[in-house]
């Protein structure tokens, strides 16, 4: 049975770019698998888990989740603009194909989900890849913030649009024209 003999670690984390509200962060022994950004109110970890791992255990641990832990604060402190963990997904294979994609996003881009369409060679599939960054179990190691509307608009985002706002800037992204016209108006 799905999820039979798993152990999920969990703890959170807090930084001032959340507003000190702690970000659920969850790992099994493959990999970095869950966060809930503070505002998320699509799905917390019980529910998350309930539906990819009914059977498994979870546990608090905040010390087995310490390497994920030092990553998402050097993140946030804008120390470092990649992350070397490995990561457990869990997914359809389309969701991971566009979850792979995110992850090409360099550091301090955008992108727009015609945009990840393209790169998974489906163009036709704009709305599925936009179902399937709402889906990103990990978002800030997946970043899917980077994505944006085809016009240029920030659109939603599971942390709510002002977190995706703060992540970006965070990343530098003050370039808000693209082609002469206004990308963003924060």
Not at 39 to 55: E, R, V
Request: aromatic content about 12%.
């Amino acid at each position: 049975m799905k999820g039979a003999q798993t152990e999920i670690y969990w703890t959170t984390f807090t930084h001032p770019l959340f507003n000190g509200m702690p970000l659920q962060v969850a790992a099994t022994e493959l990999g970095l698998c869950f966060i809930a950004l503070p505002d998320d109110t699509h799905m917390n970890l019980k529910q998350w888990m309930g539906k990819k791992f009914p059977n498994a255990k979870l546990i608090e641990h905040q010390s087995r989740l310490s390497p994920y832990l030092e990553q998402l604060q050097s993140y946030c402190e804008g120390e470092s603009t990649s992350f070397e963990i490995p990561l457990d997904l869990q997914g359809t294979t389309f969701q991971i194909s566009v979850w792979t994609a995110l992850m090409k996003i360099p550091y301090g881009q955008i992108r727009s989900y015609f945009d990840i369409a393209k790169m998974i060679n489906n163009p036709q599939a704009t709305r599925a890849v936009g179902s399937a960054n709402g889906a990103n179990p990990i978002p800030i190691v997946i970043p899917c913030h980077r994505v944006i509307g085809k016009n240029g608009t920030l659109t939603g985002y599971s942390g709510g649009l002002q977190a995706k706002e703060k992540l970006l800037r965070l990343e530098g992204y003050f370039d808000y024209t693209v082609l002469g016209h206004a990308r963003f108006d924060f």
